[in-house]
């Protein structure tokens, strides 16, 4: 497949889902992790828990962070839209923990990277109880059916040991098609 460039993209959150309803049936994601694979998470914030590192000290929401890219740009979250995303997982399912996979260069990711990521997760399901991968980024406009992405095959071999692929297809407002 061509290593073609990805956008970040997030419009839409908590309200759209019914986030409420979830937490009112007590399903607060307890004793699961979430990959984000995005622009990294600053986990140094209050919300994930004022983090030195990924799981220190012990109430950190970030047991993971890698950048699987090929340069890394030094910084937790370049962009902050990882950290944005992580931050809407956290008030989604509140007792999760989140893997911070950075596949970003600059304000793209390519699907070299992005695929390295779930390879990642694919390895460590088992080991973090990884149950959703979530991936707010995009490309490309369709409007049937794509059964010829780069996606099919990496999506269909999370989904195999039990991970949920959570895409941003709808998040850059078009009415007649979604992104990839």
Not at 37 to 49: N, P, Q
Not at 146 to 166: L, N
């Amino acid at each position: 497949y061509e290593n073609e460039q990805h956008f970040l993209s997030l419009v839409e959150s908590l309200d759209v889902i019914h986030q409420d309803a979830a937490d009112a049936a007590v399903h607060l994601g307890q004793g699961t992790t979430v990959a984000v694979l995005d622009t990294g998470v600053d986990y140094t914030r209050e919300a994930f828990g004022n983090c030195t590192a990924p799981s220190v000290p012990s109430g950190c929401k970030v047991l993971f962070a890698q950048d699987f890219t090929p340069e890394d740009d030094g910084s937790l979250d370049a962009h902050n839209h990882g950290t944005n995303v992580s931050g809407i997982v956290l008030g989604v399912a509140p007792e999760t923990r989140i893997a911070a996979l950075d596949v970003f260069t600059g304000n793209y990711a390519y699907v070299s990277d992005i695929i390295a990521g779930i390879d990642w997760i694919i390895e460590n399901q088992a080991v973090h109880n990884i149950v959703a991968m979530n991936l707010s980024l995009g490309a490309s406009r369709y409007s049937s059916e794509c059964t010829t992405s780069w996606a099919v095959i990496p999506f269909a071999s999370a989904r195999a040991v039990r991970v949920i692929p959570v895409v941003a297809s709808g998040n850059d407002s078009s009415k007649s098609s979604v992104a990839s």
